[in-house]
């Protein structure tokens, strides 16, 4: 059994900051890509920021400069910090991980994290 837990989430004004956390606990051999994406109302879920291994990263254009996705990998979590928040990144944020299980080497598996409410007020 392999889970995603989130952590950080919460209520903050336009301009504020938060820190979301993520940590995969389990039967891991190893994990690889990990990421953060969001849900707003009535919307599609969109890809907010990745991260490999290797550590290189890519984000959404709308968080670029303002977002910064980090992981420790002795620690099977990711992060991401969120400075100068808009109205418009209020949402459901997720975590997800590719990643290789004990049970399943060589073969990669996709997990999903429960969500993390992520509300910016104006």
């Known amino acids: 059994q392999v889970q995603l837990v989130e952590s950080g989430g919460g209520l903050v004004q336009a301009g504020g900051s938060l820190r979301l956390s993520c940590a995969a606990s389990?039967?891991?051999?190893?994990?690889?890509?990990m990421a953060w994406y969001r849900q707003a109302p009535g919307k599609q879920r969109e890809l907010v920021a990745g991260i490999t291994r290797a550590e290189t990263t890519n984000y959404a254009d709308s968080v670029k400069g303002r977002f910064t996705i980090a992981r420790d990998n002795a620690k099977n979590t990711v992060y991401l910090q969120m400075n100068v928040l808009k109205p418009e990144d209020t949402g459901v944020y997720y975590c997800?991980?590719?990643?290789?299980?004990?049970?399943?080497?060589?073969?990669?598996?996709?997990?999903w994290g429960q969500g993390t409410q992520v509300t910016v007020s104006s």
């Open positions: 997800n991980a590719d990643i290789e299980l004990r049970s399943q080497a060589r073969t990669t598996t996709s997990i």
């Open positions: 389990g039967s891991i051999f190893r994990v690889y890509t």
